[in-house]
């Protein structure tokens, strides 16, 4: 083809294209401006447009990456009177984008399929600025939800940052995402998104949160509005969350920002993940808003070891939260030597106007808190509330874990009526007082071998288990050197969410660790292996959020934890368990998981005689049980049922002083080996 009949039919081609464009009122696409490209890249212009690589309506992908990997140091997206459609984009270093009034940048629908799949992203990348007064970068939101056109993913970010440095996002509204407005994580380990500016930003309609912390230093969060998030948990505003105890958030600044009508909380730190070795937070959230989310504020720590509980600061000042379904503060875990947690000058606003129960300051303990909680300051903090209830109260799903340092004013005011509350050691007992449970040791399942109780008692395969265990869940199959075992994983999804693969593995009785194939969410998988030792077999799936049940028609299963804790969900029916010889006390720990999440539960002793039962459980409820005959071991058991009021969803139950196993039937339940 000669170079005449290429540009003849290059010609026709962009007048047909115009054509359609004119009848549809479509823009029409703009070819590429090869001079004004090569002085760009000949380093004559400093500054450039993205029309100059080209634009189409209906996908200038090509075109404005093309643009964004041209070097310009400065890049201005013009307003083309229609979207720039366009697929995943990645970002470069040294480069300011200056998206003009009025643009769309609009994700390239039935595009974005990979679970991960950002607009804009950037990987330990550096010196970036994004400006849009005025412009608008969004997605397809409903599309993502839609389990007939998309895998289920919560990672389909607007702006994705990983390790990046010295970024600066202003003006722009980041929207319908289908998982983060802003997504700040790690590409490398140890190094966070450090020296960031987010400001004039609006994060509306998307899936997840409006912004996500992973890991940052140097953060300022300021002029923000978050609002409208919701479809799949957590739906916060904005959630500081690490994912592991090297991450950190180290001075990060949020100001005069709003968190407004999300699904989720407000303003959320989920600090679980970090630990007292990690670098200390210093995070400082200062005149900021809160309308319509379910709780304003939510800080979680970690209580259940000894070295859980970042260290550090965690302020909020001047803050106004309003209309909170649950709680307006409600702070988690916090352990007394943990980071200083310091409310000034804030104020919450009827909260949890339909939940008379609640209180508008929630502190709580968890399952297995292990230290008391406390070094929280109420510094001339107002609680407006028209219900006739205390302002603070203490949700201890540990027992017996107490509380110290809750310091500060509250001013209360109840339609006319103003009451200031000097928080001394006396009211706070009076208002939250202290219950003591019977202190008994854990039993050490470290390296625990086992065997059968009923070792000549066949197994009824038509018994089947439905426990249910949430998040990490262990279980103990018991199968002889050589023998072909089975067994079947269950994976339920909890809430809205499509099912994914979970994470299963097989650690021998000399705990040699064997990879299995990922088990398929929503439905049963089986699995086969031959024996190589005798014992029990630990059974390890970790479906996070959701959970697992372990069933085999051929060996004996019992649920299991070597931390002596078991999260349940929902379940219900009887359940067995050894005492050996030689106790002479033991107890169950029984607890709910809020004050609408409750369970009945019922102690039987080795006869069948009820020893104790109690309903409602919320907070935690220890059985204790004192045996007078001891000289040989016995089967007890435990039964689990609705309750008469709340809902069945969210539980623990800890074994203190006996061996971490529970099964659904006496034949399949095992012991500590002699």
Request: a positive charge.
């Amino acid at each position: 083809m000669t170079l005449h009949t290429f540009l003849i039919r290059r010609l026709l081609i962009i007048h047909c294209a115009l054509a359609v464009a004119a009848a549809s009122g479509a823009p029409a696409p703009k070819p590429p401006d090869e001079r004004a490209i090569r002085e760009v890249a000949a380093g004559k212009r400093k500054e450039a447009r993205a029309s100059w690589w080209g634009f189409d309506p209906a996908d200038s992908t090509a075109a404005l990456q093309a643009a964004i990997n041209s070097g310009a140091k400065r890049l201005i997206v013009e307003n083309m009177g229609a979207p720039w459609v366009v697929d995943k984009m990645q970002l470069a270093s040294d480069q300011e984008i200056v998206f003009a009034k009025g643009v769309i940048v609009q994700a390239k629908r039935g595009a974005f399929k990979g679970a991960g799949d950002s607009l804009f992203s950037a990987s330990l990348k550096k010196n970036i600025t994004l400006t849009g007064y005025g412009a608008t970068l969004k997605m397809w939101k409903q599309d993502y939800d839609d389990k007939t056109q998309y895998k289920h993913a919560e990672w389909r970010h607007v702006l994705n940052f990983h390790s990046c440095s010295r970024v600066r996002v202003t003006g722009l509204t980041l929207a319908d995402s289908g998982g983060d407005g802003i997504y700040l994580g790690v590409a490398q380990r140890g190094v966070p998104c450090s020296d960031f500016v987010i400001k004039d930003v609006a994060c509306v309609n998307n899936y997840r949160q409006g912004i996500s912390v992973i890991s940052a230093r140097n953060l300022l969060i300021e002029n923000c509005v978050l609002k409208d998030t919701w479809g799949t948990a957590p739906m916060a505003g904005i959630d500081f969350e690490p994912n592991h105890p090297s991450e950190e958030l180290v001075n990060c600044v949020m100001r005069n920002c709003v968190s407004e009508n999300n699904r989720g909380d407000a303003y959320v730190l989920y600090l679980r993940p970090l630990h007292a070795e990690s670098k200390p937070i210093s995070i400082r959230i200062e005149n900021c808003r809160s309308r319509g989310c379910r709780s304003s504020a939510r800080f979680i720590t970690g209580n259940d070891t000894d070295t859980a509980g970042v260290k550090g600061t965690m302020d909020f000042i001047n803050c106004k939260f309003t209309g909170s379904e649950h709680a307006g503060i409600a702070v988690s875990e916090k352990p007394l030597a943990g980071a200083r947690v310091s409310f000034v000058n804030c104020e919450i606003i009827h909260a949890a106007t339909n939940q008379p129960a609640m209180t508008p300051i929630l502190l709580s303990s968890g399952a297995n808190g292990v230290d008391t909680i406390g070094g929280i300051r109420f510094v001339n903090c107002t609680v407006r509330d028209n219900q006739n209830r205390l302002p603070m109260s203490y949700h201890d799903m540990s027992g017996g874990v107490g509380l110290r340092d809750i310091t500060g004013t509250l001013i209360v005011k109840r339609g006319d009526k103003r009451t200031t509350h000097r928080l001394t050691p006396k009211l706070i007992a009076e208002w939250m007082p202290f219950r003591s449970f019977k202190q008994i040791g854990r039993f050490d399942a470290k390296g625990l071998r086992c065997e059968p109780v009923l070792r000549d008692v066949k197994l009824d395969a038509k018994q089947r288990s439905h426990a249910k265990q949430r998040g990490l869940s262990e279980w103990l199959l018991w199968a002889e050197a050589g023998q072909q075992a089975s067994f079947t994983v269950l994976i339920r999804p909890v809430g809205k969410g499509e099912p994914r693969p979970v994470p299963v593995s097989l650690v021998a009785p000399s705990g040699k660790l064997t990879k299995l194939r990922n088990a398929q969410g929503g439905e049963e998988t089986a699995y086969e292996f031959q024996a190589a030792e005798t014992g029990a077999h630990k059974i390890v799936c970790e479906p996070q959020g959701w959970t697992a049940t372990v069933n085999s028609a051929s060996h004996r299963v019992c649920v299991y934890s070597e931390s002596s804790s078991i999260h349940f969900l929902g379940t219900t029916g009887q359940y067995f368990f050894w005492v050996p010889a030689g106790t002479k006390e033991f107890a169950i720990k029984v607890s709910g998981e809020n004050a609408a999440e409750c369970v009945k539960a019922a102690l039987f002793d080795a006869g069948g005689n009820k020893v104790e039962e109690k309903d409602n459980i919320s907070q935690a409820h220890q059985f204790v049980a004192t045996l007078k005959n001891t000289a040989a071991g016995e089967i007890w058991s435990l039964r689990l049922d609705k309750p008469t009021t709340g809902v069945l969803e969210d539980f623990h139950v800890q074994l203190q002083g006996i061996p971490p196993l529970l099964s659904h039937t006496k034949e399949s339940l095992l012991k500590p080996a002699k």
